[in-house]
């Protein structure tokens, strides 16, 4: 069955051709009335730092698992989860779970998740889960472990995300799940992930102590799911946070290895049943897990652009990321998954745009061969279409590196671009009816026209160029 693309679902990622917005016009612009999403964590800050305040005193007593002020927190997050607009699942916001501490088997203690959701526009999209523990350790020796950092902090990014996303829905459905018992050992995340989630989850995003740090803010998880990596690439620096990537390689024996966090927070219930996570969390620091993890030392302006780097992160997710499970790539599709820039191939017009891009510029200099092999799948094929001086039609058929050959630099200024353009898809598969211009400088008078007929492949994290034909005694 072939099906026109529906290419409004696209329309969002910024950098599309003037071609490509000309076209886009036609469709619904879903992305209209999306707010900045920067502006709004601004706007909502003075409304978080309450949160934070408030979840980390004394009155919540730690806001350990099973006990009072742990349910005062919870109640607390279900309003915040009401008042946001977000939908309540199947048996209401707060869902219940029991578990046997393995310090003493002799107890059972009940914990509760607050979990809630926004529906996303495409319900093929499947869903992204936002997580982040809101239980503590509580109360020892007389002194109150507020864990402001660890980890009201999370709990209050989960809300003003979700504040945001109500506002400006996403093609994703977003859950947000503010988990219990991870204190305890990933207890709720645990239970979570066991009671399932209709839909497909495509990603688990998991916020644990993103409230203090001098610039450090890590992105763990890209070593088990490379896929996500150039999502996270693409994310601008935001005040002092600087991101980076790391704390997810297995240790090996006898060799000094960074600290794994893969199991050491909820991401770990996702990452045991291989749901993609990312993990965003900052260096342990002299407060974790002692009774100075207070409010008054966390840093403000780190904590809120936190949120907008998490959010921007979300945001990048969602764009890029489709509603089938991934397609394990070859070892070379793995490097060149990994090196992709990520708006060249999260949507159609964004890898479009690039295989016009790396062909095109001054004379002098060369075309862009190794931006193009990450569009490229590494068996993908060119063909060129001509006919011989008999005038016999003839077909010749190379790799990309036999097209670029020596690639050698441009005598004369080369730019090309679309000028219109024919999609349609079936499944993973689309084909573009790509024609374009050619000049001798940017946005010169067009010396030549063509089409490039171009096969597309998605598999369920990027697109792929799986081969190209044109035909050069046409036009
Ligand atoms: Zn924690």
Same mark, same amino acid.
């Given at each position: 069955?072939?099906i026109?693309l529906r290419r409004?679902e696209?329309?969002?990622?910024?950098?599309v051709s003037?071609?490509?917005?000309v076209s886009?016009?036609?469709?619904v612009?879903?992305?209209?009335g999306r707010?900045d999403p920067?502006?709004f964590?601004?706007?909502?800050?003075t409304?978080?730092m309450?949160e934070?305040?408030?979840l980390?005193?004394?009155?919540?007593?730690?806001?350990?698992? =099973?006990?009072? #002020? $742990?349910?005062?927190?919870?109640?607390?997050?279900?309003?915040?989860? &009401?008042?946001?607009? !977000?939908?309540?699942?199947?048996?209401?916001?707060?869902?219940p779970?029991?578990?046997?501490?393995?310090?003493?088997?002799?107890r059972v203690?009940q914990g509760?998740?607050?979990v809630?959701?926004?529906?996303?526009?495409?319900?093929a999209?499947?869903?992204?889960v936002l997580?982040?523990?809101f239980?503590?350790?509580g109360?020892r020796?007389?002194?109150?472990?507020?864990?402001a950092?660890?980890n009201?902090s999370g709990t209050?990014?989960?809300?003003?995300i979700?504040?945001y996303?109500?506002?400006?829905?996403?093609?994703?459905?977003v859950?947000?799940?503010a988990?219990?018992g991870?204190?305890?050992?990933?207890?709720g995340?645990?239970a979570?992930?066991a009671? =399932?989630w209709p #839909? $497909?989850?495509?990603?688990?995003v998991?916020?644990?102590?993103?409230? &203090?740090s001098?610039s !450090?803010?890590?992105?763990?998880?890209?070593?088990?799911?490379?896929?996500?990596?150039?999502f996270?690439?693409s994310?601008e620096r935001?005040?002092?946070?600087?991101l980076?990537?790391?704390h997810d390689?297995p240790?090996?024996?006898?060799?000094?290895?960074?600290?794994?966090?893969t199991?050491?927070?909820?991401?770990?219930?996702?990452?045991?049943?291989?749901?993609?996570?990312?993990?965003?969390?900052?260096?342990?620091?002299?407060?974790?897990?002692?009774p100075?993890?207070d409010?008054e030392?966390?840093d403000?302006?780190?904590f809120?652009?936190a949120?907008r780097?998490v959010?921007a992160?979300?945001l990048a997710?969602?764009?890029?990321l489709g509603?089938?499970?991934?397609?394990a #790539?070859?070892?070379?599709?793995?490097?060149?998954?990994?090196?992709?820039?990520?708006?060249?191939?999260?949507?159609?017009?964004?890898?479009?745009?690039?295989?016009?891009d790396v062909?095109s510029?001054?004379?002098?200099?060369?075309?862009d061969?190794?931006?193009?092999?990450?569009?490229?799948?590494p068996?993908a094929?060119?063909?060129?279409?001509?006919v011989?001086?008999?005038?016999?039609p003839?077909?010749?058929?190379?790799?990309?590196?036999?097209?670029?050959g020596?690639n050698a630099?441009r005598?004369?200024?080369?730019w090309e671009?679309e000028?219109?353009?024919?999609?349609q898809?079936?499944?993973?598969?689309v084909?573009v009816?790509?024609?374009y211009a050619?000049?001798r400088e940017q946005g010169g008078?067009?010396y030549a026209?063509?089409v490039?007929?171009?096969?597309?492949?998605y598999?369920?994290?990027r697109?792929?160029?799986?081969?190209?034909?044109?035909?050069?005694?046409a036009?």
């Amino acid at each position: 069955m072939i099906i026109s693309l529906r290419r409004f679902e696209w329309a969002c990622r910024a950098g599309v051709s003037g071609a490509a917005i000309v076209s886009l016009s036609l469709g619904v612009g879903g992305c209209a009335g999306r707010s900045d999403p920067d502006a709004f964590v601004a706007s909502d800050s003075t409304r978080a730092m309450e949160e934070l305040r408030f979840l980390s005193s004394d009155s919540l007593e730690g806001r350990r698992t =099973g006990e009072p #002020g $742990n349910a005062m927190a919870r109640d607390f997050i279900v309003a915040a989860f &009401r008042d946001a607009g !977000l939908q309540a699942p199947e048996g209401g916001f707060v869902q219940p779970f029991e578990f046997t501490p393995r310090r003493d088997t002799t107890r059972v203690i009940q914990g509760a998740n607050v979990v809630g959701y926004a529906p996303g526009t495409d319900p093929a999209a499947g869903a992204m889960v936002l997580t982040a523990h809101f239980d503590h350790v509580g109360v020892r020796d007389g002194e109150v472990y507020n864990g402001a950092d660890d980890n009201a902090s999370g709990t209050v990014a989960l809300m003003s995300i979700a504040r945001y996303v109500v506002k400006s829905p996403l093609r994703h459905s977003v859950v947000f799940a503010a988990l219990d018992g991870e204190e305890m050992g990933l207890q709720g995340a645990r239970a979570f992930v066991a009671a =399932g989630w209709p #839909g $497909n989850i495509v990603v688990n995003v998991n916020m644990d102590m993103v409230a &203090r740090s001098d610039s !450090l803010l890590f992105a763990s998880g890209t070593y088990h799911y490379p896929q996500l990596r150039p999502f996270l690439q693409s994310i601008e620096r935001r005040g002092p946070v600087v991101l980076r990537f790391g704390h997810d390689q297995p240790e090996v024996e006898g060799v000094e290895g960074e600290d794994d966090w893969t199991n050491s927070s909820d991401q770990g219930a996702f990452h045991a049943v291989g749901i993609p996570f990312v993990y965003f969390g900052v260096e342990d620091h002299e407060d974790y897990h002692r009774p100075t993890d207070d409010f008054e030392r966390i840093d403000p302006a780190f904590f809120i652009n936190a949120i907008r780097t998490v959010l921007a992160g979300v945001l990048a997710f969602d764009e890029g990321l489709g509603g089938v499970p991934s397609v394990a #790539g070859t070892e070379s599709g793995e490097v060149a998954r990994q090196q992709a820039r990520a708006e060249d191939v999260a949507t159609i017009d964004g890898i479009i745009k690039a295989y016009y891009d790396v062909v095109s510029g001054p004379a002098g200099e060369s075309a862009d061969m190794e931006r193009d092999r990450t569009l490229h799948h590494p068996a993908a094929w060119v063909a060129i279409a001509n006919v011989d001086s008999a005038g016999k039609p003839v077909v010749n058929v190379m790799t990309l590196d036999g097209y670029y050959g020596d690639n050698a630099p441009r005598a004369e200024g080369f730019w090309e671009w679309e000028t219109d353009r024919v999609t349609q898809r079936s499944g993973n598969m689309v084909h573009v009816w790509s024609s374009y211009a050619t000049a001798r400088e940017q946005g010169g008078e067009p010396y030549a026209r063509g089409v490039n007929s171009i096969t597309l492949f998605y598999d369920g994290e990027r697109w792929w160029v799986m081969g190209w034909m044109f035909d050069g005694s046409a036009g």
